[in-house]
């Protein structure tokens, strides 16, 4: 049986509407030590040369070398009931062909929403965590130099606050939607309050009629009520890297699993053959040997009985020698088959 957990309402459920806003805007970052775009980033240079002509300067793009500055894609989260003045993270990334951004420093770039307006500004010096170094054909690169953070280097210049005082209703929303647990979490507001003010519209989503009183109160009211919530059975696999994360409470119906391998292995080797000593008319030539080799390793089988678990399996799978692409197939299988009594996701 799925178990279940106490929680807090905040921890599993989202107040519908209150969110972050995603920005983005694009700018340059000064100060590199020769790691910056180079000449052919045409881009780089025009921005630039704006840049300097804002500020009562003309130069022609012709005479701009880039070594020193790239031009960057900025992002950040405008977090939920942001005020003026409110400061964020932001996320700096090259868009041209510069080596690295450690030791730079973005220069004032304007952060735009969706609809285009400016919600903040961005500014400050970069840390970048990683770095690229080499000379004379040697180099060596740790992690990704083109990309950096910097810690509240932007400002909200506007107000994005819902007013929460008229509302006549509210919903909460499931991190995880499931019926059972909505019920469940309407069940204990209403039980709080001493009457009917939640009620659940589908697997996801409970309404609240907040009946004139203070919407801020009643949500901090709400959000920190204990609620027991069933946690789903999941197996999550990524094929990428044969990674496997389970639920302990994964069970398998009764089962039996062969797993064999075949193997082919073709191998070349380039032999020279020359002509007998003194002959007039031979000639040295290459002459490749091909072998193949085939291997079948006779099949190895494991029997489960009913309500075994998944870690019973990968233990039973890693004692005859499976490996962890093996395991991740076999998952799979067992899912396909009905075998696994658990939700399978695979990244």
Known sequence: MPSSRQVRIREVTTVEGVRENSLMGYGLVAGLRGT????????????????????????????????NIAAVFVTASLPAFARAGTQMDVTVSSIGDAKSLEGGTLLLTALRGEDGKIYATA???????????GGGGVSKQVNHPTTG?????????????????NLQSLSLLLREADFANAQRIAERINSEFGRSIAAVTDSRRIEIA????????????IQSLPVSVVSP???VINEKTGTIVMGHDARLSAVSILQGSLSIEIST???VSQPNPFSKNGETTVVPQTTLNAKDSPAKRIELNEGATVEQLVNGLQAIGATARDVVSI????KAAGALQAELEVM
Do not use: C, W
């Not at 998952?331 to 067992?334: E, F």
């Open 149 to 165: 953070r910097i810690a509240n280097g932007a400002i909200a210049e506007h107000e994005v606050a819902p007013d929460l005082r």
């Open 210 to 221: 907040t009946s004139g009183q203070n919407v801020p109160g009643l949500l901090a009211r």
């Open 233 to 235: 059975t999941r197996v």
């Open 269 to 271: 080797v380039y032999e």
């Open 123 to 133: 500014q400050g010096p970069l840390v970048v965590g990683g770095y690229s170094a």
């Open 36 to 67: 910056g775009d180079q000449k052919q980033t045409i881009f780089t240079v025009q921005m630039l040369a704006n840049v300097l002509l804002r500020m009562g300067m003309q130069i022609p793009t012709s005479a701009i070398t880039v070594k």
């Open 331 to 334: 998952l799979q299988a067992l």
